[in-house]
C-alpha cells in the first residue's frame, strides 16, 4: 500500500521534472527525452588498450564474462537507434569501477555499464527469480528499516539455518554469508537522542551522508565520523536521506536509484545553498554523489551536491591539517598491525592511500597494505549464490596477504569489503575513522 | 547470330554485376572482368546514400523519379544490404525557404512522400540535431552498403551460372573485322580465387559481345578499343566518423554544394562530399582541407561532429559523362543521367557497349536497360527478372528477427552478423566448431570470416568488403593478423604473410587522413603491436626459412584452470 502510494507521487515528480528539463534545454541542447541516454560518442575515445579487460576482477575469474570493452565501447558502438537487445553478461558487472580507472582514454565505462544494465533490467521478467533476488538486495535499505526496529528478532531470524537454506533455495542467496547484525540502536536514534548537533558554526559545518549501512549496522562508524569532526570544530547536520543508490546501479534497478538520487539531491543541495559540504563516510556512497549521480541523472542541484561532496578522510586533509593531528597523537593500549584494504571506489576517487599515508605516522598503530586486488564482494555480487565462488576466488590474494599481517584487525572504509574480509579471514574489520576517534578525540 | 551468346561485361562495380547478373538470369553466357577486387573503383567510394530522389527533386527530375523507383525495388530486393533510416532535408536559418518550398514542391511532384516537420520535430526524430535548425522536409532516404550489394548481385550472377574474375585486369580489346570479340585479361595471380604469389597468366576471353561497364575508367577500355569515350571523372571526398552520430540522413536543404550529406552507415556515419574533376581516375590529389572544411560545414547540422573522432577519410570519382558538345564548365552541373553508347551505332565498331554516367541507387536499372541491349543484338526475348527475385541474403528477410539468437553469440554479436548475412545467417553462422569474434569492434566471428575466404580466396580486402572485419575504430590494428591466421593452414606461411601486409596497407591508407587526436593515439597503438610486440617491421621469417613444425602446437588444453601452478 505504502510503497504504491510513493511510487505514484514519485512518477508524478519525474514527469515534471522532465518536462522542464527539455523546456530549459531548449535553447542550446537537443531534447532527448523521448530516447535513453546515447553513449555511442563515448566509444570515440576507446583505441581498445584492453586495460580495462586487464583491471576487471570479475573477467580474470569468469570465462563467461566477455569485460567492459565489449560491455562498454564496443557494445554501444554496435547500436543502431532502433535495437534494443543488451547482451545478458551485461549483469555479471559488479559495478566496481575499476576499468574506469584502468581507461587511460577516458571512455565513460562505467556509465555505459550501468546506462545498459539499466535497458537489460528494463526488459528483465518482473517476476523471475534474479530480478527478484536483485530488487531485494539493491533495496536492502528499505528492509533494514523495517529488520532494525526489532533488531535482536531480526538478527535471530536472518542468522537462522532455516532462513539462509530458504534464501539459497527461493532467492539464490548465498548461504554461505552471514547477515550482518542490525545495531540496538540506530545511528538516528543516537543522534536524536544527543540532540543533533553539539557545535554551530558558519564557516565548518557539514552535512553527514551516513548511507544505510552506518545507521542500521555499524552506528559506531558514525559516532566516530560525528566525533571527529566535532573535534576540529564543525558543525555536522544529519539530514533525512536515503539510500546512496550504488547497489541498484549494479542491479540495474535504475528507477529505484533514480527516486533514492532525487530525494538525496534534493535534501543536500539545499543544504549546500546554506554553504554545508556534504561527507560521507562510505567511499560507495560518495562515489555515487559524485559519479553516478551527474553521469545518469540531471536533477537540479545534481552537479553542485557532486562538486561538495567528499569522503570524511578526504576532507579533513583538504580542510584541516590531519596528518600533522595525527603525526602528533598517539594511540593507547596493543595495536597489532592493521591489515588494510582499499576499496575499488575509493581507489576510483584516488583515495587508496590516504589510509596509508595518515596510519604510518600515528604512534601506537601500524598499518600494512593488502594490496591492491578488489575484496570481490563488491556490494550485492558476492551474495548472489551464482557468484559467490567467483566472489570469492577474486578475494583470495586479499585473504592472502591479510593472513600475513601481524595482527587479526583488518582496516577498510567500504561495509561491504569488511563483510568480505571478515568473513574470509575471521578479523574483526574497523573503519579508519573509529582508529582517528582513537587519536583525536 | 548464336543460340546462347557469350556476353563479356568489364566492370565489377555495382553496375557490372548487376548486368552480369540480368544477362544470366535471362540464361546468356557471361563472364565478367575486374581488374582489382569487386566495388574496387566508384561503388567501394560512395557515400552509401540510397537515395530517395530528394536530392534531384529541383535541378533533375528525371533522375529524382528513377530514384524514387528503384529506392522501392531495392528496399525489397536487397533488403539485408538496405536500412532504411529516412532522411531528412534540413533548413539553417541562412539557407532560403523559397528554396525549402521548391525542394518540397519538387519531391511532390516526383512523387516522394514527404512530411515537413517542425525544428522540435526534426530534434525528436534526430537529436544530434544543431539547436538552431528552421524545419525539415523528412524522405524515404536510407542506407545502403554498396560491398554487400555488389558481392550479392556477383553471387547471384555465379549462381546462374556467370564466370566472375577478380582480379584480371584488361590488357587489350580483341578486335576481327572491325568488331570486338573479346579481350585479353591479365590475371593478378592466376585465374579462379585468388592465391597470392602464384604467377599470373594471360587469358584471351572471346565473347560474342562485350559491355564496357567501367564507368570512370571507361575511356581507358574506349582506347584499347580505339574509340573516344569523353567521362569527365570527378572527385568526391568523404570523411568516415567513428560512431554514428545520427541515425537519419542528414542532408542540408540547400541548392547544390560541397558537404552537404551526413549517412548512418552501419557502424559509422559518412560525410559527405566534394565535387571537383580531375583527368585520371586513379592520379588525383587528395587533400586536407576537403576533409576539414567537411566536418567544418556539417557541423553547422550536427554540432557533435566537431569534437568527434573520424577512423579514416577517402576519395571517390563519379564517372559523369555529357555528350559531346555539351560544354558544361562546372561538373555538379553535368548531369547525373546514365548513357549508353552503341559503338556500333556511334563509332560503326560492332560487339560493344559502353554505359557511362548515371548513379548507384539506379544500378539496377542501368543494368536492365543495357541487358535489354544486349538482348535486342541476338533477338532474345527473355523478360528481365531482377526487379522481382531476391538477392541471394534477401530472401524471407521477415524471419530473420527470430533466428538472431539462435547462433550461440552474444547479442550485439548476433545481430550485427544476422543484419550483415540477411538470410545466410543460417548457413553461414550454423558451427559445432568454436565461433570467436575475430573483429572485435565490428563483431565478425570466425564463420563469417571463412564463408567469405569460402568465396574470395586469400585477398583479404576482399574478406574486409564482405564482412566488414577490420572497418572499425582499430582499422584492423587488432584484428588484421587474426583475420590472416584464418587463411592457415589451408594456405602456407608466405602467402598468409603476403595477404597481411597487402590488408594492412590498405587500412593505413584511409587512416593517413585522420592522424589527430583518438585516431593518432589508435594509430600509435597499432603501430606499437604490430611493430614491436609482433615485430612485424624486422621479422627474420620474412627473408629466412622458418621451420614451423619445430614449434609445437601449445598445451594440450589451453583452458585458464587446467594450467600447472608455477610462479
Not at chain 2, 574506349?222 to 542532408?251: F, H, W
Request: charged share 30%.
Amino acid at each position: 500500500m505504502t510503497k504504491d502510494s510513493e511510487t505514484d507521487h514519485d512518477h508524478t515528480d519525474h514527469t515534471t521534472d522532465r518536462t522542464d528539463r527539455v523546456a530549459t534545454a531548449e535553447a542550446t541542447v537537443p531534447p532527448s527525452s523521448e530516447r535513453t541516454t546515447d553513449l555511442r560518442p563515448g566509444a570515440d575515445n576507446c583505441y581498445k588498450c584492453t586495460a580495462c579487460d586487464t583491471s576487471c576482477p570479475v573477467a580474470e575469474v569468469d570465462d563467461e564474462f566477455p569485460g567492459p570493452k565489449f560491455q562498454g565501447p564496443e557494445q554501444w558502438r554496435l547500436k543502431r537507434s532502433e535495437d534494443t537487445d543488451i547482451d545478458e553478461s551485461i549483469t555479471s558487472c559488479s559495478n566496481c569501477m575499476r576499468c574506469d580507472s584502468a581507461c587511460p582514454s577516458g571512455v565513460p565505462l562505467s556509465q555505459m555499464h550501468n546506462t545498459a544494465r539499466g535497458e537489460y533490467v528494463e526488459g528483465m521478467s518482473k517476476l523471475s527469480r534474479e530480478y527478484v533476488r536483485n530488487r531485494i538486495l539493491a533495496n536492502y535499505g528499505r528492509l533494514a528499516r523495517i529488520g532494525s526496529r526489532v533488531p535482536r528478532l531480526t538478527n535471530f531470524v536472518m542468522s537462522n539455518r532455516v532462513t539462509k537454506w530458504f534464501n539459497e533455495r527461493l532467492l539464490g542467496i548465498a548461504s554461505e554469508r552471514e547477515f550482518p547484525a542490525f545495531a540496538t540502536q540506530t545511528f538516528g536514534e543516537w543522534y536524536e537522542e544527543r540532540g543533533g548537533p553539539q557545535i554551530e558554526s558558519e564557516d565548518r559545518r557539514i552535512a553527514y551522508f551516513h548511507g544505510d549501512y552506518s545507521n542500521f549496522n555499524t552506528p559506531e562508524v558514525a559516532k566516530a565520523l560525528v566525533r571527529v569532526f566535532e573535534a576540529f570544530g564543525y558543525e555536522v547536520v544529519v539530514p533525512e536521506q536515503r539510500c546512496s543508490g550504488t547497489p541498484m546501479f549494479a542491479n540495474g534497478m535504475l528507477e529505484d536509484a533514480r527516486r533514492a538520487a532525487e530525494f538525496n539531491v534534493d535534501t543536500l543541495s539545499a543544504l549546500v545553498e546554506e554553504g554545508y559540504d556534504v561527507v560521507c563516510s562510505c567511499t560507495s556512497c560518495s562515489m555515487a554523489l559524485r559519479q553516478e549521480y551527474p553521469e545518469l541523472f540531471d536533477f537540479e542541484g545534481t552537479e553542485q551536491v557532486a562538486a561538495h561532496t567528499y569522503e570524511a578522510l578526504e576532507y579533513l586533509r583538504l580542510h584541516e591539517d590531519l596528518d600533522g593531528a595525527l603525526s602528533e597523537s598517539e594511540v593507547d593500549g596493543e595495536h597489532p598491525e592493521l591489515a588494510y584494504h582499499a576499496p575499488c571506489h575509493a581507489r576510483n576517487q584516488g583515495l587508496h592511500r590516504q589510509a596509508l599515508e595518515l596510519f604510518r605516522e600515528l604512534d601506537g598503530v601500524a598499518i600494512e597494505d593488502v594490496g591492491d586486488s578488489c575484496s570481490g564482494i563488491s556490494g550485492t555480487y558476492g551474495w548472489k549464490s551464482e557468484k559467490y565462488d567467483y566472489s570469492m576466488e577474486i578475494a583470495e590474494e586479499m585473504f592472502e596477504h591479510m593472513e600475513d599481517a601481524d595482527g587479526t584487525t583488518g582496516l577498510t572504509e567500504c561495509p561491504t569489503c569488511a563483510m568480505q574480509m571478515e568473513h574470509g579471514t575471521g578479523y574483526e574489520i574497523d573503519h579508519p575513522l573509529e582508529v582517528i576517534e582513537k587519536a583525536v578525540v | 547470330m548464336v543460340d546462347s551468346p557469350e556476353v563479356l561485361v568489364i566492370g565489377g562495380g555495382s553496375t557490372g554485376c548487376g548486368i552480369a547478373r540480368d544477362l544470366a538470369m535471362r540464361g546468356l553466357g557471361v563472364t565478367l572482368v575486374e581488374k582489382g577486387n569487386l566495388t574496387n573503383g566508384t561503388t567501394g567510394r560512395m557515400h552509401g546514400l540510397l537515395h530517395s530522389g530528394g536530392r534531384y527533386a529541383v535541378s533533375d527530375q528525371a533522375s529524382a523519379k528513377e530514384c524514387i523507383e528503384e529506392n522501392r525495388v531495392l528496399r525489397d530486393i536487397a533488403s539485408h544490404c538496405v536500412e532504411m533510416t529516412d532522411g531528412l532535408f534540413v533548413q539553417r536559418p541562412e539557407d532560403s525557404d523559397e528554396y525549402f518550398e521548391e525542394k518540397l514542391q519538387g519531391c511532390r511532384e516526383c512523387d516522394i512522400p514527404v512530411t515537413v516537420l517542425s525544428a522540435e520535430e526534426a530534434r525528436t526524430k534526430e537529436p544530434a540535431l544543431a539547436g538552431d535548425v528552421e524545419r525539415a522536409i523528412s524522405v524515404p532516404d536510407g542506407a545502403i552498403d554498396p560491398f554487400r550489394l555488389c558481392v550479392a548481385n556477383a553471387v547471384s550472377a555465379e549462381q546462374h551460372g556467370a564466370r566472375i574474375e577478380t582480379h584480371a585486369e584488361v590488357t587489350d580489346v580483341l578486335l576481327e573485322d572491325g568488331a570486338v570479340v573479346g579481350c585479353e585479361v591479365r590475371h593478378d595471380s592466376g585465374s579462379g580465387k585468388r592465391v597470392h604469389r602464384t604467377p599470373g597468366t594471360t587469358e584471351e576471353i572471346r565473347a560474342d559481345y562485350v559491355v564496357n561497364a567501367t564507368g570512370a575508367w571507361a575511356g581507358q577500355i574506349g582506347e584499347l578499343a580505339g574509340v573516344d569515350i569523353e567521362v569527365r571523372p570527378s572527385k568526391g571526398a568523404m570523411v568516415i566518423m567513428n560512431v554514428r552520430q545520427v541515425d537519419t540522413v542528414i542532408n542540408r536543404c540547400r541548392p547544390k554544394g560541397d558537404a552537404d550529406i551526413i549517412v548512418p552507415h552501419e557502424t559509422t556515419a559518412i560525410l559527405g562530399t566534394t565535387d571537383e574533376e580531375v583527368d585520371d581516375p586513379e592520379e588525383y590529389p587528395e587533400e586536407r582541407w576537403e576533409v576539414d572544411m567537411m566536418i567544418e560545414e556539417l557541423s553547422k547540422l550536427v554540432p557533435i561532429l566537431r569534437e568527434s573522432r573520424t577512423i579514416r577519410s577517402f576519395w571517390g570519382v563519379r564517372p559523369l559523362y555529357e555528350p559531346p558538345g555539351t560544354g558544361t564548365t562546372d561538373p555538379t552541373d553535368i548531369t547525373r543521367d546514365f548513357f549508353l553508347l552503341d559503338h556500333e551505332e556511334r563509332d560503326g565498331l560492332a560487339g560493344m557497349t559502353s554505359i557511362v554516367g548515371g548513379k548507384f541507387t539506379t544500378y539496377r536499372m542501368m543494368a536492365e536497360r543495357i541487358a535489354d541491349h544486349v538482348c535486342e543484338q541476338f533477338g532474345i526475348t527473355a523478360d528481365c527478372r531482377t526487379a522481382d527475385e531476391p538477392l541471394p541474403g534477401s530472401e524471407d528477410f521477415e524471419v530473420l528477427q527470430d533466428h538472431m539468437e539462435a547462433f550461440g553469440l552474444r547479442s550485439p554479436i548476433g545481430r550485427r552478423s544476422t543484419q550483415r548475412l540477411g538470410s545466410r545467417a543460417e548457413e553461414v553462422l550454423t558451427t559445432d566448431d568454436p565461433n570467436p569474434v575475430v573483429c572485435e569492434c565490428e563483431a565478425v566471428t570466425r564463420a563469417e570470416i571463412q564463408d567469405a575466404i569460402d568465396q574470395s580466396g586469400t585477398d583479404l580486402n576482399a574478406v574486409r568488403i564482405r564482412t566488414r572485419a577490420s572497418m572499425g575504430n582499430c582499422q584492423g590494428g587488432l584484428c588484421c593478423h587474426r583475420m590472416a591466421n584464418e587463411l592457415h593452414p589451408e594456405h602456407e606461411e608466405p602467402t598468409v604473410r603476403t595477404a597481411l601486409d597487402e590488408l594492412y596497407q590498405e587500412r593505413w591508407k584511409g587512416q593517413r587522413h585522420a592522424l589527430w587526436g583518438e585516431q593518432l593515439s589508435q594509430a600509435m597503438l597499432n603501430h606499437v603491436l604490430h611493430g614491436t610486440t609482433m615485430n612485424r617491421d624486422r621479422d627474420p621469417a620474412r627473408h629466412e626459412t622458418v621451420n614451423f613444425d619445430a614449434f609445437d602446437a601449445g598445451a594440450p588444453d589451453s583452458g585458464r584452470r587446467e594450467e600447472p601452478d608455477g610462479d
